[in-house]
């Protein structure tokens, strides 16, 4: 192929997008993308990409380009080794000088060419009716490139050998072993996954058994082109929908991530059997903000999550965990009848990583094991950085019966005990992860309450009052768990300045619509003073009547003790009289 060929076809093969994204967190504003420039310092964004034009410009130093530019400027290379670095990535051969030497992932494709070729032949009977038995159809088989290692111990290198693949070739690649008695498949009785990395490469495979002895899945061993700390499966296809979204579904398994994408879930990916590594992370940091994950719910899988979410929240993501109904893994959920709509609903209700620590002890929290509980609580919530529990503050107290500024007091003091601060660096990252986002409410519903807004703004404004002010009696009379967190900081010595800040950072307008809110309702009284008496006498008597309403449904239902029976008693004198 010529050279004018060669750059044409990698142009068409390579996304300018994933290129700079690679190197650059880019975030999608309009038709472009945006990011920090590479090139020069800055702090605010000026480097844009242009998926349509397949170019980047930066305003801030006026470097600009396409993919071969791009390249150049940030490995500091000459055009033809750009040339050589970008057909390598695309996977384009470039004439050479020396012959043409044939790249492992050419002997690769060989290989999944023989996988599929066998799985629709005789031989790949009993691997497709398993694969129909899992509700995976011959359209699913195609799309993902699906094959069959036949039982036979030399299938595919006899194939390889007649193609003229080397021995050394198929041994690099991890496609056969050596053995006392001959070289042979390292596949063999396997379903075939093929993974491949960003760029579309084809790194590795995954095997799946369908009867006899041996691991239910194999992966490829590690070598020149597999890597399975930073590969994820179903990559290529997940990514553009990841970047789309900002979020990603992460699984466990080859089917469950199959599955999502057949059900029209395409931001999901998949860890290849083993446990998530930080390099996953960061791949899925510079195409994400914020990350579902979706393992199985039993005791080992809640370890997992645990595990995984905690390296993912390090990384600087947003971390949920999706709960399915009725322990089932995303696969069986997915394949039965109006799971697409349960999983969907799973999806929206997925919890935050600090309030998960309390929901996977729920059951120990209410038995004997309760100490324990609450300590392994602690130790995990003490490992996330304190700003990313604010929110969370509130909820976490009061499932552990304490307050939250007590609850913030016990992380703080474990916090200082452990050996030395993260980096600086470390902890702006996370900060990228904090706070509730308004994606995750209708923003048509989500106003600020006004009374408890004015607080805030009351509190916000005058140091005398937060210095002031008893958090044990004033906490609980906020039911927005967001303003809350907020008023808690503020107690707790964090200065308004320090919070503005990271509501900017993290793009939370939540919290700022409140304070302006605040800021209106409390003009109308002039005085703060007054304000303030009006606004606390408000939201006790709310709060009064809530308590009211709810010992009054007990009393009819004939559950009320009499204790309870006493204090509604005296909460309804309290509130006529004071109407
Ligand atoms: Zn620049």
Redesign the pocket.
């Known amino acids: 192929m010529s050279q004018d060929e060669a750059v044409r076809e990698i142009k068409e093969r390579i996304d300018i997008v994933e290129l700079v994204g690679d190197v650059v967190p880019l975030r999608k504003v309009g038709k472009n993308f945006r990011g920090l420039?590479p090139?020069?310092a800055?702090k605010t964004p000026?480097?844009y990409v242009s998926p349509d034009r397949q170019t980047f410009h930066?305003y801030?130093?006026g470097?600009g380009g396409d993919i071969f530019s791009f390249v150049m400027e940030k490995e500091g290379l000459s055009f033809p080794e750009a040339l050589e670095t970008l057909a390598e990535r695309a996977g384009v051969r470039l004439a050479r000088r020396t012959g043409n030497r044939r790249s492992l992932s050419e002997v690769m494709e060989l290989a999944l060419a023989f996988y599929r070729e066998t799985l629709l032949g005789p031989s790949g009977e009993p691997a497709r009716r398993y694969l129909e038995s899992r509700s995976l159809p011959p359209p699913a088989w195609s799309r993902f490139e699906l094959g069959w290692a036949p039982p036979a111990w030399d299938g595919l290198w006899n194939w390889l050998r007649g193609k003229g693949v080397s021995r050394q070739e198929a041994i690099s690649c991890g496609l056969i072993i050596e053995g006392q008695k001959g070289d042979y498949d390292r596949f063999r009785g396997r379903v075939i996954f093929p993974i491949r990395d960003m760029a579309g490469k084809l790194t590795a495979f995954g095997g799946r058994i369908l009867s006899g002895e041996g691991a239910k899945y194999i992966n490829s061993p590690e070598g020149p082109l597999f890597n399975k700390r930073s590969l994820l499966y179903l990559l290529p296809a997940a990514k553009g929908p990841i970047r789309e979204k900002g979020e990603a579904i992460l699984v466990e398994g080859y089917m469950d991530a199959l599955r999502l994408h057949l059900c029209g879930f395409h931001n999901a990916v998949a860890t290849l059997g083993t446990s998530l590594t930080t390099e996953q992370a960061a791949l899925l940091k510079r195409m994400s903000d914020r990350v579902l994950i979706c393992y199985d719910s039993d005791a080992a899988g809640q370890d997992a999550t645990l595990r995984g979410m905690s390296l993912l929240q390090n990384e600087g993501l947003e971390v949920r965990v999706v709960e399915l109904p009725r322990g089932k893994d995303p696969d069986e959920l997915l394949a039965s009848a109006g799971g697409d709509g349960l999983f969907g609903q799973a999806l929206s209700r997925a919890m935050p990583l600090p309030l998960y620590h309390v929901h996977a002890r729920r059951e120990a929290l209410a038995g004997p094991g309760r100490k324990k509980a609450v300590e392994e609580i602690l130790a995990g919530l003490a490992e996330l950085p304190m700003l990313d529990l604010v929110p969370y503050l509130g909820a976490i107290a009061s499932s552990l019966g304490i307050f939250s500024h007590q609850l913030s007091e016990l992380l703080n003091l474990r916090q200082g005990q452990k050996k030395g601060s993260p980096p600086p660096e470390k902890r702006d990252s996370a900060l990228s992860g904090v706070l509730v986002k308004e994606g995750q409410r209708n923003p048509a519903e989500d106003l600020p309450d006004s009374l408890e807004s004015a607080l805030l703004y009351l509190l916000w404004n005058c140091p005398e009052r937060r210095a002031a002010a008893a958090p044990e009696a004033l906490l609980p009379l906020f039911g927005d768990e967001r303003i809350q967190g907020a008023v808690a900081a503020l107690l707790n010595g964090e200065p308004p300045e320090s919070l503005r800040k990271i509501w900017y950072e993290t793009g939370n307008r939540f919290l700022g619509s409140a304070l302006a809110a605040g800021g209106d309702f409390c003009e109308a009284f002039g005085d703060p003073d007054e304000a303030w008496l009006k606004i606390e006498t408000g939201l006790r008597r709310r709060n009064a009547e809530k308590e009211y309403r709810i010992l009054r449904e007990k009393m009819t239902r004939g559950l009320a003790t009499s204790e309870e029976m006493s204090r509604l008693n005296w909460l309804a004198r309290m509130l006529k009289g004071r109407r």
Do not use: A, L, M
């Open positions: 420039c090139f020069h800055e000026s480097f930066c801030g130093c470097r």
